[in-house]
Every structure is written in structure tokens, then in C-alpha cells.
């Protein structure tokens, strides 16, 4: 069976539908996206095949202005920096990109699926069935819990400094039918469980989570595990259930997802080169608090 690539290499992908990107340059095993802000260019290329090496340093060195700040992912491991004309390896919060994902099957059979997960995410979807935990999965279509789902996303992302998702950005979503949001609930309603998914050819991808109550541990297993069955009855073949931290962090997050029975996914690295005249138009702009 064919592996996971990647969500972020399908035509329909967020950055060209919503983020105000377009495709350029096609290649066979390259994908470039260019964004224009007045006279500042981003150019975003992901090489998924190595046989684009040589396209890749083509283009590389013609989108090189000083106008303009071209990151590099590579899915291919092949690449090496080119410091003579300043292309460094990029870490931790300044890639665009995921280091690496975890991503379920969905064309296991649903024996299979439940057998890869952990005993006790199991144990916590019978508990669920059990206190009568409820679920949606279209619950894009209910304003009301599109409007309960952002306030809660809106103030968690409050308390950790993260950028705010408003009704706009998520009806421009739904409306195109890029994606969904699925919901579990407590049985009394006063809980509730969140996740946002944005969906391309064959792939879906966790986009934003959140929720609200009482904590209810028996939530979050739910809304993904009938949120899979969703995925497979609308003919997604993968789940990516988002970024990972670097290998050997230990977070909850990264537990939970593994608990799911995802597998991990290395994505590759990621390089970047700033051109003078964007990195000095970025400082300034970041002194005028734009």
C-alpha cells in the first residue's frame, strides 16, 4: 500500500484556498507557493521526490531577490544547506512546517483500528457508550456550536499567546466545504470537546482543537475515534492528526495522538534564506506594531 506524503502537497491544500498563497512553477516531486505583500514576496517549496533536486536548486537561486524570503521543506532528506547564498537549516518555532506528524490508516478496517490503540483509550470509548456521551459529526452546520466551539478555541489560545480564529476564517471553511468540526459531549451538555478538521484530495488534518466544562477525559477519545469512522465513510484514506515536537519530548499531546494508534511521520527539514531588503522591511514593520 502506498504511503503518507503529506496533506500540505495536495492541490486543495489551506495556504492556496484561504491563506492568500498560489501555486507556481509546477514540478514533478516540487511544489512552490508564492504570497505578495506590496513588494515583499514569500516562497514556500516543498520537495517530496528527489529527482527535483536540480529543478529545486534552479528555482532556489532564482527566487532569491532581496525583496524576498524563500523557505525550504524537504520531505526527501537530499538536501543539503547552500550557505553561499545563505540557505541555513531552521528549528523549532521559526519552520513553517511540522518536523514530523502522526497519521492513522484509515483504510484499516475498524477491528484493526481499535487493535492499534492503547488499552486504555479503548477502555475510555466503552466508558463513553456507557455515561452516554453524545457526538456531532457535521456540527459545522450548527451555528450554535460553531459559536460555543470559538469562544472556547478563543480563549485557550488567549491564555497561551496564540493567534485568535474567528467566524469569518471558519465559515470561509465550511462554506467551501474544505472541512468540518465534530463535537463530543458530556451527557448533560455542560462539557464538550472540539476538533476542527481541514480536508484535501485524500487526506484529512487535525486544524484546531478545543473545549469546555469540566474536564471530561472520556471527550477527547470520542470525538476522534467517531470522527475516523467519518472520515472513512466520506473516502479519506489518512488522518493526520498534526505536528509532533521533536523526537524524545514527551508531551501529553504527543501520547494522546500515539495512544490513538497514529503512526509518526518524519516530515524532513526545513530551510530559509531572508533577503536584506524583506528582513529590514520586517523590522521595520514590526517597530510601526504591524
Known sequence: MSAYRSIFLERGWLHVRHLGWRDAWPHAGLRVMTRRDGPLQRVLMIMAEPDARAVLERELRAACGPLCEVTLHDMTGTFAAMPDIGFNPLTGGARMLNTATAVIDLRLDEPALLAAMNGNTRRKLRQAEEVGVTWQGDAQRNPDVVARFLAAYNAMAGERSLAGFGASQA????????????????????SACF???????????????????????LLGATVHWRLVGALKAANRVWYDLGGLPPPGSADGITRFKLALGA????????YRRTGAG?????????????
Open 171 to 190: 465559515g470561509a471553511v465550511f462554506a467551501k466545504g474544505d472541512g468540518r468540526l465534530a463535537a463530543a459531549f458530556s451527557a448533560d451538555g455542560g
Open 278 to 290: 524583506f528582513a529590514a522591511a520586517r523590522r521595520v514593520l514590526r517597530l510601526v506594531g504591524r
Open 195 to 217: 476538533v476542527m478538521t481541514y480536508e484535501a484530495g485524500d487526506s484529512a488534518i487535525f486544524l484546531h482543537g478545543a473545549s469546555d466544562g469540566p474536564p471530561d477525559p
Open 263 to 270: 503512526q509518526t511521520i518524519d516530515l524532513g527539514a526545513e
